[in-house]
């Protein structure tokens, strides 16, 4: 398949964890993968992003030290370790393909979007 698909979104208390997954096909797997997240009238912001093989990654400074993207390329999954969860982390979290190599932090650089997944963090 070519569009991801996400998963493991859900309600959380502030300060507890959550982490998503995201399939995707082995070919459109191959490259690198990103999590966007959108909450209602804001734009499209950019989370984590991670290379090929997983060797480089890089974070939005809102999410640093607190949300690990990895990936299995094994079982075509990337994952998003979010811990910590604030109130503000609330959002849609979308998983990205991006066909070109290098890292990537805005939406027109990413090829194949998922639908969402749901994230609701509480106080």
């Known amino acids: 398949q070519v569009q991801p698909v996400e998963s493991g979104g859900g309600l959380v208390q502030a300060g507890g964890s959550l982490r998503l997954s995201c399939a995707a096909s082995?070919?459109?797997?191959?490259?690198?993968m990103g999590w966007f997240r959108q909450a209602p009238g804001k734009e499209r912001e950019f989370v984590a992003t991670?290379?090929?093989?997983?060797?480089?990654?890089y974070y939005a400074d809102s999410v640093k030290g607190r949300f690990a993207i990895s990936r299995d390329n094994a079982k075509n999954t990337v994952y998003l370790q979010m811990n910590s969860l604030k109130p503000e982390d609330t959002a849609v979290y979308y998983c990205?393909?991006?066909?070109?190599?290098?890292?990537?932090?805005?939406?027109?650089?990413?090829?194949?979007w998922g639908q969402g997944t749901q994230v609701t963090v509480s106080s």
């Open positions: 991670i290379s090929r093989t997983g060797g480089s990654t």
């Open positions: 990205a393909v991006r066909i070109h190599l290098g890292i990537a932090t805005m939406p027109a650089e990413y090829d194949y």
């Open positions: 082995g070919r459109t797997f191959s490259n690198y």
